[in-house]
């Protein structure tokens, strides 16, 4: 986990409610990633961001936004459009975003509960 | 398209023995194929990839992943499992596109003493 940090690790919200999820990286990595969790689905992609002010959709980004202000942060925030929000929200990060090799570094991760 | 199956939902290994984690992918050019593992409501943890080279591939904690061209599988291996193994453990493959990871569903490995 080193690298990456992920706040809060715990969250709870009302339905209807947006929530913003931080994730901040100090690896000075280029590409950053924003996944969802559920049990027995794997990991699915929300959004990434390859570079500054810029990001593509995920697979699942309906319900999601996000923004890419400084190399280091990529907030994500679960809108009340999103049906089903509760999850495991994990941040990643990779040194070159078109370069495959590279690996991705995930945070702790932050656990979303919505009632 | 570009995806991995992990056809194993759960494992299970006596401490001491060997282990074998299933990955199968699809890609239409060079794969480039990873492992991670993930302990209870952590963040994955990188083990080990292979890009290009040697099929074997050595990683972290004694794993190490057997990379099979013709049966387009990359297996995740150690000679001696431990039970601090137990953990849930996802392959992934780069897609080329936007450096995307595609995971696969995950295997739960359970190592009884």
């Known amino acids: 986990d080193g690298g990456i940090t992920q706040s809060p690790k715990y969250l709870f919200r009302k339905e209807g409610q947006n929530v913003t999820l931080s994730c901040e990286q100090n690896?000075?990595?280029?590409?950053m990633y924003w996944y969802r969790q559920d049990p027995g689905q794997g990991l699915r992609l929300i959004y990434y961001?390859?570079?500054?002010?810029?990001?593509q959709k995920g697979d699942i980004a309906e319900g999601y936004s996000v923004s890419r202000e400084k190399k280091e942060s990529f907030p994500l925030t679960v809108t009340s459009a999103q049906k089903n929000p509760t999850a495991f929200y994990l941040c990643?990060?990779?040194?070159?975003?078109?370069?495959?090799?590279?690996?991705?570094?995930f945070g702790p991760g932050t656990r979303l509960t919505v009632t | 398209a570009q995806s991995v199956a992990q056809p194993e939902d759960q494992v299970n290994v006596a401490e001491g023995n060997p282990l074998t984690v299933k990955c199968t992918y699809s890609?239409?050019?060079?794969?480039?194929l990873f492992w991670y593992v993930q302990y209870p409501n952590r963040g994955l943890q990188f083990l080990l990839k292979?890009?290009?080279?040697?099929?074997l591939v050595k990683g972290s904690y004694g794993f190490e992943a057997e990379f099979n061209k013709s049966q387009t599988s990359f297996h995740l291996k150690k000679p001696s499992a431990l039970v601090s193994d137990s953990a849930l453990y996802f392959c992934?493959?780069?897609?080329?596109?936007?450096?995307?990871?595609?995971f696969g569903q995950g295997t739960e490995l359970s190592v009884k003493p």
């Open positions: 890609v239409s050019g060079n794969p480039y």
């Open positions: 961001s390859q570079i500054v002010n810029d990001f």
């Open positions: 292979y890009i290009t080279g040697d099929n």
């Open positions: 990643a990060s990779s040194l070159e975003s078109g370069g495959p090799s590279y690996e991705q570094y």
């Open positions: 690896l000075n990595h280029d590409a």
């Open positions: 992934a493959v780069r897609d080329y596109e936007g450096g995307k990871l595609i």
